[in-house]
């Protein structure tokens, strides 16, 4: 947990920026522009800090490159440096790593020329947590550090509490060194402010997490609970969970299992539960407190039975006066228990509120995972249309002889369509990962040296362009055919091949499959790929498998950051991890082991593909249906030139139209188009009972594909892009299946 705060800097600010405006005025009189011009960029300003706090990031950005140019002009630095920390928490909050830190040194370079304190420890903060924010936690302390003197001289006691909490923070939660943390500790403690209930509530859960690591367990306990408490008091929901977190954990060390139990189960029935033990034990003394009176009463009534008449009633008044007491004790029991119930009722009643809150923050969460599902699924199928078109086009226009002289902007552009087209199924891939939606492993039969032959091809340019020989060693005795998940295992191979190209220049990469056992019909292979590039340093093996981790490198090619981090994913889905060997300057080997199956004789049979003779497919009728003009043109080209003859059609709808009137042997489906969609079409078509085999060609992934397809009855389905191979191997295994 840290403060990222830029408000507070940013008011602070205020003041000086304020003076300037001042000094500014007495100085000279200003005229009807120059105030014309202030009026106009304080009203813009007001906007872009608006939609600062209101999380339009895109807005601020818009306006406050808009202010800089005037402010600039007007020679405002000061200005100057409050617009650009916007930019820099805006870009920073977008996970522009990049811009960020940007203008985070340059506003760090500005209040140093200033000479301004404030801003000066404003900018180092802002640099400070940026860094932290993108995995650099040295340099992150190291910018901390820098204005913790500045803060002091100043006795700015808000600065200090946050520069010191959070230097605390990356020594417990980045670099596990809590006694490091502990002097941080003490002095954020000793600079938060007595009304300032949040940053209170983190240094008690700090003081909990340290005690907990000095195994101090009971004092770890009772700071817990009050980090609980305070949280509470708050709404503070995130150290909320890690103070319960940190509670429970305490009560383990202490072997006290039920209790903990009981507080994971339900947090606030722990004051219900020691009510009713209370009552409880009140009820136990009351009622041995009756039977006592009960028993001395009996031997009474015998002492009165044997005296005489006289001591009788005497006997019945003192009975009277117990009687009455023992009455009024009831009644207070009864009011009492009513109290109780009264009390519980109420907690009850808290409790079904606080699940309801629950149930409601539940389906809220829900409801916004669907939605970014949703989006991110209709996103790429927006992106991987044109890229079907751009892929395309690129690839016959590279096939055309009289286009040879373009032919490196032709592979630079398949390249640049390719490397977009991945880098959207890496999102895809970690978006579902990270949603905690199952994912499902496909075990299909398939040639595995044709897999890494496509591997290769698609990874041509790269190699060329580092000047790379990029070699493939498959094991003799690995199968030809084995069953596995092809996809997830080309996204893994594609990823590790591809920055080990990156990270080689003018150097040897290869990829080398071994086979370590076979049992039965499992086969285990090792994969290696190795390279003799820059190596990776202890340092940094860790750092490049975390989200968005990049090491700093020469070359052309940069990435996303997220290659290795869907690698580790993708592996740990398969019950396998990535294991790496480096020595810097000489090179790196990034391997890992996998179980795949042996396809059996008879299933290998069914996907052949390669044995069927393309050449079956000339002089074919195709009709293909796609309301996307350049997609149309791209699968229209390809299969003419493969001697084809194809028909196309716009909609679902001008497709069944052609069908009634023209045989054809095969039909290419797109899935959404306007007037009526595929699948609907498919349906209809199907209802006809003709023998038509009908291939989905869809931008929808198969994991995308839902029970729609099933139903509407599709033989088969290509995903845009697609290698031409591929696709006419598809096309002639399902015109056989259909013969």
């Not at 006592?292 to 009975?319: D, G, P, T, V």
């Not at 991945?422 to 999102?427: M, P, T």
């Not at 309301?627 to 003419?640: A, G, R, S």
Request: charged letters at 25%; hydrophobic letters at 40%.
């Amino acid at each position: 947990m840290r403060f990222l705060l830029p408000f507070i800097l940013l008011l602070s600010l205020a003041c000086s920026v304020h003076a300037q405006h001042t000094n500014d005025t007495n100085d000279s009189v200003i005229d009807t522009s120059e105030s014309e011009i202030t009026i106009h960029i304080d009203s813009i300003k007001n906007v872009m800090i608006a939609d600062y706090y209101e999380e339009n990031y895109s807005s601020v950005i818009l306006n406050a490159s808009e202010i800089l140019k005037l402010v600039d002009q007007n020679e405002l630095p000061l200005e100057v440096f409050n617009i650009r920390s916007y930019l820099a928490n805006s870009y920073l909050h977008l996970n522009d790593s990049v811009k960020a830190i940007e203008y985070a040194q340059k506003n760090n370079k500005l209040s140093e020329q200033l000479k301004d304190t404030t801003a000066i420890i404003g900018a180092k903060i802002d640099l400070g947590n940026i860094y932290l924010a993108f995995g650099s936690s040295i340099e992150s302390i190291h910018s901390f550090e820098q204005a913790l003197p500045l803060a002091k001289k100043q006795n700015n006691k808000m600065a200090l509490f946050i520069l010191n909490y959070n230097i605390a923070d990356i020594h417990f939660n980045q670099l596990n060194d809590p006694t490091g943390a502990k002097p941080y500790i003490d002095a954020a403690e000793e600079n938060v402010g007595k009304d300032f209930k949040l940053g209170q509530t983190g240094i008690s859960l700090l003081k909990s997490h340290y005690a907990f690591y000095n195994k101090d367990y009971d004092v770890a306990a009772d700071l817990y609970q009050q980090t609980i408490r305070m949280a509470k008091e708050t709404n503070y929901i995130d150290v909320l969970k890690q103070g319960y977190e940190g509670y429970i954990n305490c009560l383990v060390k202490k072997e006290d299992y039920k209790k903990a139990y009981e507080v994971g189960k339900i947090q606030d029935s722990l004051s219900l539960a020691r009510r009713e033990e209370e009552i409880e034990k009140s009820a136990k003394i009351l009622t041995a407190g009756l039977k006592s009176a009960q028993i001395q009463e009996e031997l009474e009534n015998e002492e009165l039975r044997s005296k005489l008449a006289i001591e009788k009633s005497e006997a019945q008044k003192n009975l009277l006066i117990g009687s009455v007491l023992v009455s009024l004790l009831l009644l207070g029991l009864l009011f009492y228990l009513l109290k109780v119930i009264k009390n519980r009722r109420k907690l009850n009643n808290e409790l079904k509120i606080k699940n309801q809150e629950y149930l409601e923050a539940k389906l809220e969460s829900e409801k916004l995972a669907e939605v970014k599902t949703r989006f991110l699924s209709t996103m790429s199928h927006e992106l991987r249309t044109p890229l079907y078109g751009i892929i395309g086009l690129s690839t016959v226009l590279n096939n055309d002889k009289s286009l040879k002289s373009h032919k490196t902007e032709l592979q630079s552009l398949k390249f640049s369509a390719d490397y977009l087209l991945n880098l959207v199924n890496d999102v895809l891939t970690l978006n579902k990962m990270d949603s905690n939606e199952k994912n499902e492993l496909e075990a299909k039969a398939f040639l595995l040296k044709d897999l890494l032959n496509n591997i290769k091809e698609s990874l041509e340019y790269i190699t060329g362009q580092t000047n790379n020989n990029l070699t493939i060693a498959l094991d003799s005795k690995i199968p030809k055919w084995i069953k596995g998940d092809q996809t997830k295992m080309s996204q893994i191979l594609i990823n590790l091949l591809g920055n080990a190209l990156k990270f080689t220049n003018n150097g040897e990469v290869q990829l080398v499959v071994t086979l370590i056992e076979k049992v039965e019909n499992n086969l285990k292979l090792k994969f290696e790929v190795i390279d003799n590039g820059q190596g990776i340093s202890e340092a940094d093996q860790k750092k490049i498998f975390e989200e968005f981790g990049q090491l700093k490198h020469q070359g052309h090619f940069q990435g996303s950051g997220l290659g290795l981090t869907i690698v580790r994913k993708l592996l740990f889905d398969m019950g396998s991890k990535i294991e790496l060997k480096s020595v810097v300057g000489e090179g790196s080997n990034f391997y890992f082991e996998i179980t795949v199956g042996q396809a059996q004789k008879e299933h290998a049979n069914e996907n052949i593909e390669d044995k069927i003779s393309i050449d079956k497919l000339k002089n074919k009728r195709v009709l293909v249906v796609d309301d996307n003009t350049i997609n149309l043109l791209v699968t229209k080209k390809t299969l003419e030139s493969h001697n084809i003859l194809v028909d196309v059609a716009t909609n679902g709808q001008e497709g069944i139209d052609k069908i009634m009137q023209t045989q054809y042997d095969l039909v290419l489906m797109d899935v959404h188009m306007p007037v009526m969609d595929g699948i609907e079409a498919t349906k209809r078509i199907r209802e006809l009972q003709l023998p038509l085999t009908i291939i989905a060609l869809t931008a929808v992934t198969q994991n995308e594909q839902d029970n729609r397809f099933k139903e509407a009855q599709f033989d088969d389905s290509i995903v845009k892009p697609y290698k031409i191979n591929e696709f006419l191997k598809t096309l002639s295994f399902n015109l056989n299946k259909r013969a």
